[in-house]
């Protein structure tokens, strides 16, 4: 949610009781990430941040405004089976970038030349999915396999999709 100047980050209890467990440091929060450890990453648009939070809720700067080019801002966050933070970035459409972070926060491009790439998902094959946020008949949500390379359309037509998930095998 988004209260004045920052974005608060709630932890709910089982039976709906809420804290605040974080907040940001603008109104221009989006994704959020949970490691193995337990730690959340959150992405900070406009403050060109991806923040990390401990369990306990203790916040650091995981990766700051020198990863991204001018302009641009973290959006989209998932993390592969590694542990490595996939970040997408906005703000060149045609040029927008997937970054990815190794644990030690150690960057490199893992993607380029996209448009308003918001949610990223991995499945249980390791294949990255990015839903491109564009009006249809643009909105794609691409797929990249494992290592990289050039995408394939997975699906296409879409008016603005925005986030993706993977739920278990039913």
Known sequence: STIGDVSNIYK???????????????????GLAIDSAGNLYAAD??????????????RSVFAGPSAFAAD???LGLALDSAGNLFVSTE?????DTILEFTPDGMES?????????RGLAFDASGN???????PAPD??????????????VFASG???PEFLAFGPPR
Do not use: W
């Open 91 to 95: 703000g060149d459409p045609g040029s």
């Open 12 to 30: 709910f209890a089982p039976d709906g009781t809420r804290m605040l467990f974080g907040s940001t440091d603008s109104d221009f929060g989006f």
């Open 109 to 117: 491009t893992f993607a380029t030349g996209l448009t308003n790439p």
């Open 158 to 160: 879409i008016d603005l």
């Open 72 to 74: 641009t801002g973290p």
């Open 139 to 152: 909105g794609d949500i691409l797929k990249f396999a494992p290592g990289g390379g050039a995408p394939t």
């Open 45 to 58: 648009a406009d403050a060109q941040t991806v923040y990390k939070f401990t369990p306990n809720g203790t």
């Open 128 to 134: 990255l999915f990015v839903a491109e946020f564009n």
